[in-house]
């Protein structure tokens, strides 16, 4: 059943379209991957469902457990179980990890959120969720505070991106732990390596989705980042 289902979504920024037409869905409990090269528009997506501040649609509709979420803000949709870790997640002065990890509607004890990503919470709970973090703690840390909210649907936007030491096997221990407590991932990643751990996955290339199905077959369309699909018309290789 259709957790999340995205209708011909289109998003413009000055003298550019940035998602074009694009359609997806994700089923409940599902771990589909998104994947495309850099500057494709996966952030964008990210924050469009998400809600962020500057993101609505120019076209088309969002809609989770079939109710249309597209002009509801970012805390009404999380308070309907969607939540978003950030491919760069920002720093805090004064905000202790214990204290990070508490914030929304926690489900899930905050020790047991740290074990999940590797980090000892006799070492994070009373670190400060500031500068003194590296990206990999920090990155680490966001994974976690999600886990505590057991979403319903979780977007991860580049999981792995500034983590130095975040193998895919840990990867899929994150990923296996929000699957056991019922959260669908969306998993947005530029890595065909990383788009075979879902379960199905999605291509986005010039503004929409060019292909959907079983990962092994959208990875190797995607390999070595060369689009399979596209004629150059309005797309963002590296
Ligand atoms: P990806 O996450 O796939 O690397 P992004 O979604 O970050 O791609 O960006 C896609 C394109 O959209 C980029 O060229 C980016 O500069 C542009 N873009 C996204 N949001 C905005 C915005 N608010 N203003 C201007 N350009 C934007
Ligand atoms: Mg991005």
Redesign the pocket.
């Known amino acids: 059943m259709a957790l999340l289902e995205i209708d011909h979504l289109s998003?413009h920024?000055?003298a550019?379209s940035?998602?074009d037409g694009l359609d997806l869905d994700v089923a409940a409990g599902e771990i589909h991957a998104l994947v495309?090269?850099?500057?494709?528009?996966?952030?964008?997506?990210?924050?469009l469902v998400m809600g962020c501040e500057?993101?609505r649609p120019a076209t088309g509709e969002i809609r989770f457990d079939h109710h249309r979420i597209d002009d509801l803000p970012l805390h009404e949709r999380a308070r309907l179980g969607i939540s978003l870790a950030w491919?760069e997640p920002t720093r805090y002065e004064g905000l202790s990890v214990r204290e990070y990890l508490a914030l929304g509607h926690v489900v899930a004890d905050a020790q047991d959120c740290l074990h999940h990503v590797g980090l000892s919470p006799n070492d994070y709970l009373n670190r400060m969720v500031d500068k003194t973090l590296s990206d990999d703690e920090r990155k680490r840390v966001e994974l976690a505070s999600v886990l505590a909210l057991a979403p319903r649907l979780v977007i991860l936007?580049?999981p792995t991106s500034g983590i130095d030491l975040l193998s895919i096997r840990e990867l899929i221990g994150v990923i296996g732990t929000f699957k056991a407590r019922g959260s669908a991932v969306l998993l947005?990643t530029?890595r065909e390596e990383i788009t075979r751990i879902a379960d199905r996955a999605s291509q986005?290339c010039g503004g929409h989705i060019v292909g959907t199905g079983d990962p092994e077959s959208v990875a190797a369309g995607y390999q070595g980042r060369v689009c399979w699909h596209c004629d150059d018309r309005d797309c963002?290789h590296d």
Do not use: M
């Open positions: 998003f920024v000055p550019r940035v998602l495309g090269a850099n500057g494709a528009g996966k952030s964008t997506l990210a924050y500057g993101y491919q936007d580049e947005i530029h986005l963002h």
